[in-house]
């Protein structure tokens, strides 16, 4: 039967056809495949990353005839295609889309699944799937993809009929952006990709109930606005939910107004300009002195898009012990879920902070500066005592002086793409952001291997910008394989190397929580990472001291070539303050 | 204006408020959708107690009715994720109103003499039970009610020999009126 179905779509399709995408005729009856392309293609995708196998023949062969519509892009590793296109999404708000065939495709993508669903990023990830009559057979490169991947998924799909397949696609793409993004799986098997699409069908109505246009309780706005007024010492805290909603202009507008703090969470970094005097920068584990002590001391949190993560809050006991909470977020059931709040909001940030902004126009007040002088002077007493800061050297770079000069070299401007550990902290706290979308770290599943291929993926979805990745040593080499797509595609692709020779995230818990015992993080062994480069056709730069960096970054940072820049910084520098794991922000360590 | 501590998430002692929870929950009929709710279930290491599904009068929608021990945040947790499932129509924690809860046994039990018989017929009376299968020295019982009813009548039949016992799990249903029965869930 699959044999058959084959021979069908290669007769239909055999190749005289003129390619340009205007002159191809859909068929009386189009395959699964060119049912799927033409769907993505509906829904506005025009790239995708992937890397074919056989399930995903057919599709690939669409791919291939739909090219001038869309372009597919080549990874070496389906992790990176998924990454990519969480790059992608992160960067420009869109639903990012991933292909890979059956069984370790499928496998290998579940990392970056993972991680856009702990981040709430949109994505679609199409997967390919043995011949449905071989599904459960343990067939050749057959796994349960619905099953692997169910509790990392905001919803997936194993498509039985290909008459439902445009209608499964169009609910994938609307249900990954609605609500609370997340990625939506589609299992395809290869006989549906072959199966001609006579009937197509719509998924029962009832399935997808829109979400209606709430209308926000106006008691609860009302609350949160009198509670504006009367909080003696209140706080913004607020995360990924504000990016996502796009609701940074409402977040400025509201704290301008009520001169309020304002402190986001790794996640929620670029939703408000880091440079603005209200901004505290970020809290948590490795947030800033004043952040941490003005959420320990505020009799009002204002939570807005977050979840109160434990890299946040350690010890919840004494998380802003005195303050009564207002939390907003989209999703029910973040809120609540570890701090119980006294004012819930459930809608997104955007809506919520419209409605509170509106409110707040029937109400008179005096400049809320002079209110909240004490409260002011507190703060800044905070932030004077102990700003970030790092002692530099005359003979090595220190690793947070390369995200300074990265931020002088790139004027505040670049997208700012990391990996996972200690040069994702330094990034967080050293290059001031300016806007939403400005920042794409992997938060939420802290993946090593996500800076690399996101960055690509972000570099894709905004050309204008400049996109930089800044990973370490070792997580650049989870995912360096796909160097050599960026080059294939000439994607201007930026890579900061902060090479110190270890896994330091770990080396600092090792020194610092486990006497010094360094297990298993020594990376001094490593590839050149400069020849390295050259060996992928990349422009390959080191900097060794502290007079070369700017030079080194300048050279790398100003032209249109793939560059990899191996920084070599001091080896065993240590990422402060740090409150360690369920401590007590007073136990916060500074030095 | 209170202080509120609620124990840390890093705390791994077990929660020290278990209580016995039913759910219900409306849910597309379709393949892998209860392996959804199931997951956010085993994902917490907690084991569903009893699981019923059936139809409704809703075409391609089921009930599905779980009962499950855990401290109540994270039940509402579970519930509140669970109703974010895209093919979730509807979620209710059914032990937070009146309510009633019917489940259905299947007893294969001795009954070799005459007496034993007898005693046997009494018990199915009094519990309002069926006959339902009977030969020379064994009898099969249906009996339905709360899962306290059902407990008690195996309990009372085991000194005949209980061969084997077949229970259907909990369904639940709220009751018509807003007032707590004087006995709760009585037949
Ligand atoms: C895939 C993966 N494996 C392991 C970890 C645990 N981990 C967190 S940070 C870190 C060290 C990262 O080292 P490196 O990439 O050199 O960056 P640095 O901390 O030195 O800046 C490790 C191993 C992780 N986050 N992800």
């Known amino acids: 039967m699959e044999v058959q179905n084959m021979k069908t779509a290669t007769e239909t399709y055999s190749k005289p056809i003129a390619f340009e995408s205007q002159n191809i005729q859909p068929q009386v009856a189009p395959r699964g495949a060119e049912v799927l392309v033409r769907a993505l293609i509906k829904n506005g995708v025009d790239t995708i990353f992937g890397l074919p196998g056989g399930a995903v023949l057919h599709i690939y062969d669409e791919i291939w005839r739909y090219r001038d519509q869309v372009t597919h892009y080549l990874v070496r590793h389906e992790q990176g295609a998924v990454h990519a296109a969480e790059g992608y999404a992160k960067a420009t708000g869109k639903v990012g889309v991933a292909l890979v065939t059956s069984g370790p495709g499928a496998t290998n993508a579940v990392t970056g699944i993972a991680d856009a669903f702990l981040d709430s990023v949109p994505l679609v990830v199409i997967t390919g799937q043995v011949p449905s009559p071989l599904i459960g057979t343990d067939a050749f490169q057959e796994v349960d993809t619905f099953g692997i991947t169910l509790p990392v998924v905001k919803h997936s799909y194993l498509v039985k009929d290909v008459n439902y397949l445009e209608a499964i696609v169009d609910e994938a793409f609307h249900l990954a952006q609605s609500g609370k993004p997340g990625p939506v799986v589609i299992d395809v098997p290869k006989d549906i990709t072959a199966h001609l699409c006579e009937n197509p069908k719509k998924l029962h109505e009832d399935f997808l109930f829109e979400e209606k246009e709430k209308n926000l309780d106006e008691s609860t706005i009302e609350k949160i606005c009198e509670k504006f007024l009367s909080a003696k010492q209140p706080i913004f805290y607020i995360g990924g939910g504000v990016v996502t909603a796009d609701a940074s202009a409402e977040m400025l507008q509201l704290a301008e107004k009520l001169q309020i703090p304002v402190t986001p969470t790794l996640m929620g970094l670029g939703g408000f300009p880091s440079a603005h005097d209200l901004c505290l920068g970020m809290l948590g584990m490795h947030g800033t002195y004043a952040s941490n002590m003005a959420v320990a001391e505020s009799d009002l949190l204002i939570a807005i898009g977050v979840r109160f993560d434990d890299r946040v809050t350690g010890k919840l006991a004494t998380f802003a012990p005195n303050a009564e909470v207002i939390h907003i977020d989209i999703a029910a059931s973040n809120i609540g879920k570890i701090r119980k709040p006294q004012i819930p909001l459930q809608a997104d940030a955007k809506t919520a902070l419209l409605a509170i902004l509106k409110k707040l126009e029937t109400y008179e007040f005096d400049s809320m500066t002079a209110k909240r002088g004490e409260w002011w002077h507190r703060i800044n007493n905070w932030r004077n005592s102990v700003p970030l800061s790092c002692e530099y050297s005359e003979n090595e770079i220190k690793p947070q002086q390369v995200i300074e000069e990265l931020h002088r070299v790139t004027n505040g401007d670049a997208i700012v793409v990391t990996d996972v550990g200690q040069h994702q902290m330094w990034a967080a706290q050293f290059y001031p952001l300016k806007r939403s979308r400005q920042w794409l770290t992997s938060g939420g599943l802290g993946t090593m291997g996500f800076g690399l291929p996101a960055a690509m993926g972000a570099a894709l979805g905004c050309p204008k910008d400049l996109v930089v990745a800044v990973v370490g040593d070792g997580g650049f080499q989870m995912t360096n394989q796909e160097i050599i797509t960026a080059i294939q595609y000439k994607i201007p692709l930026k890579v900061i190397i902060m090479n110190n020779g270890y896994l330091g995230m770990v080396r600092q818990w090792q020194e610092m929580f486990y006497d010094r015992a360094y297990s298993e993080v020594d990376l001094s062994i490593s590839p050149d990472f400069v020849k390295l480069a050259e060996a992928y056709g990349a422009l390959g730069l080191r900097a060794t001291k502290p007079g070369e960096l700017r030079e080194v970054l300048e050279a790398g940072l100003n032209n249109d070539k793939v560059a990899i820049i191996d920084v070599v910084v001091s080896k065993e520098e240590n990422v402060f303050p740090i409150v360690p794991a369920g401590g007590n922000s007073r136990d916060m360590i500074l030095k | ?187």
Do not use: W
């Open chain 2, 1 to 187: 204006m209170g202080r509120h501590f609620f124990p840390p998430t890093t705390d791994h002692r077990p929660p020290t408020t278990e209580m016995r929870h039913t759910i219900s929950i409306l849910l597309a009929n379709e393949a892998g959708e209860l392996s959804r709710v199931v997951g956010l279930f085993s994902a917490r290491g907690y084991n569903i107690e009893t699981i019923s599904v059936g139809k409704t009068i809703l075409p391609n929608f089921s009930r599905c009715t779980i009962v499950t021990e855990g401290d109540e945040k994270t039940v509402d947790q579970i519930i509140k994720q669970c109703s974010r499932l895209a093919r979730v129509r509807e979620v209710k924690a059914v032990t937070t109103l009146p309510h009633i809860e019917r489940e259905m046994g299947l007893v294969d039990v001795n009954a070799k003499t005459p007496t034993e018989r007898q005693d046997i017929l009494n018990i199915v009376d009094i519990f309002r039970a069926k006959v339902v299968d009977m030969s020379h020295d064994k009898m099969i019982l249906e009996i339905s009610g709360n899962k306290d009813k059902v407990d008690t009548m195996i309990e009372l039949l085991k000194p005949f020999g209980v061969n084997e016992t077949a229970r259907t799990g909990c369904v639940a249903i709220n009751r018509l009126s807003p007032f707590e029965p004087i006995e709760n869930n009585r037949d």
